[in-house]
């Protein structure tokens, strides 16, 4: 069985063969701040992709504008553009216009007549600063390269509230060749089911054909990205976009081995950014895996997990390290799934707070020592089936509500 490592200090996009990329500042938010705030992303040749996109019945010109392309154009792109500081949604008639002229000007700035996909992230409501965004497109076709500090500053250029970049990188051998995943994302605030306030960008040098890697990128997708919670509030703008280039010169055929390989190389890389982007919550103290297992089926279990994941009440208490796992049993309860009160159990990290229904209350210190991490495990075991569900959730601090008032 081939082995796939999730690799430690990714230098994120430049690990992946065959890609070029580069971030600069051009003022999107016009503010005046030097900011890096447009990302450029080549492929050195025409590449398969497929995408995931928010669920939204508001959703941003840019998401419109990547199912488009994906839909005419083969598949064949040549890469994106990325620009944070403005969603460009809820922008009407001109938002559209706006982000086809982010794709044709890319077009032009690089000389490649392939179409590029065209993502945006930040403010709703407000048109895209067109000449600024023409300038930072030419900025960054100038500036493309392999490097790994041009693949920094394009982790940099997509943030917005996040405070640190968010890169991951996996890799394995296959027929005497390394094939390599790698990716960048955003997000920090609005993380909710159906991905998030979020971008991602996931590249590999296998070559694959569209079809295998929609179903590849919607498999990560709902394992990861869709199985986060910071807030409870779903965005306009959300997309996670896998390129595939062949640059490693192996194609994605009828190797179950092969695939198997690609798709658990894909989730590592999704599983790795989704957990920075939960541990890089606006003003995030905790990060909390949730795990809940034992229900009759998996819908059930979701449903559990999300009720404790968005509780108030329980994201307030973990703020304050205080294990009252009488929240947790409240939440799980009011997901209505029809929990047996005598077979519930709950632990914090390997530590029992219930069985069956019974307090363990000799272990409180314990508990007050787990949840006062900055990272623990909640497990609920409702004994009932097969059904189980991780998510990855947070605290909520009195910081969030301050930095969130307004903008």
Request: glycine share 8%; hydrophobic share 40%; net charge negative.
């Amino acid at each position: 069985m081939t082995t796939v490592q999730l690799i430690d200090n990714s230098n994120g996009i430049a690990d992946c063969p065959g890609y070029k990329i580069a971030g600069v500042g051009c003022d999107i938010r016009e503010t005046g701040d030097p900011r890096l705030d447009l990302a450029l992303l080549a492929s050195e040749s025409p590449c398969s992709a497929a995408g995931v996109f928010t669920l939204n019945d508001v959703c941003a010109a840019p998401v419109h504008i990547c199912k488009a392309i994906l839909s005419e154009s083969g598949n064949q792109v040549a890469g994106c553009v990325i620009n944070s500081g403005n969603a460009n949604a809820c922008t009407g008639a001109q938002g559209m216009v706006d982000a086809q002229e982010m794709d044709a000007a890319t077009q032009r700035a690089t000389g490649i007549n392939t179409p590029y996909l065209v993502c945006s992230t930040g403010r709703i409501g407000r048109q895209l600063p067109m000449s600024n965004i023409k300038a930072g497109i030419a900025a960054a076709a100038l500036k493309l390269d392999t490097e790994t500090q041009s693949s920094f500053d394009a982790a940099d250029a997509i943030l917005t509230s996040d405070t640190r970049r968010k890169v991951a990188t996996a890799r394995f051998d296959y027929e005497g060749a390394t094939i390599t995943v790698s990716g960048m994302a955003k997000g920090a605030g609005m993380i909710e089911p159906n991905m998030a306030t979020m971008l991602a960008f996931v590249t590999t040098d296998l070559e694959a054909d569209s079809d295998l890697l929609k179903s590849v990128v919607k498999q990560a997708s709902d394992l990861t990205f869709n199985r986060i919670s910071i807030d409870g509030d779903m965005s306009t703008n959300d997309t996670v976009l896998l390129f595939a280039n062949g640059a490693c010169g192996i194609k994605a055929s009828t190797s179950l081995e092969l695939i198997e390989a690609f798709q658990q190389a894909v989730f590592l890389v999704c599983d790795d950014l989704a957990e920075k982007i939960v541990g890089d919550g606006e003003k995030v103290t905790k990060l909390v895996e949730l795990v809940v297992e034992g229900c009759k089926t998996t819908a059930d279990a979701e449903k559990i997990a999300r009720a404790i994941g968005n509780s108030l009440l329980v994201k307030t208490s973990w703020y304050g390290s205080d294990p009252n796992w009488g929240r947790l049993a409240d939440a799980a309860g009011y997901a209505r799934v029809g929990l047996k009160e005598e077979c519930f159990d709950i632990y914090y990290d390997t530590v029992a707070a219930l069985i069956s229904g019974r307090p363990q209350d000799s272990n409180l210190s314990k508990w007050q020592e787990i949840v006062s991490k900055k990272r623990f495990r909640i497990t609920l075991n409702l004994n009932q089936g097969a059904g189980r569900y991780r998510l990855l959730t947070s605290d909520l601090s009195e910081a969030y509500v301050d930095f969130n008032k307004s903008e």
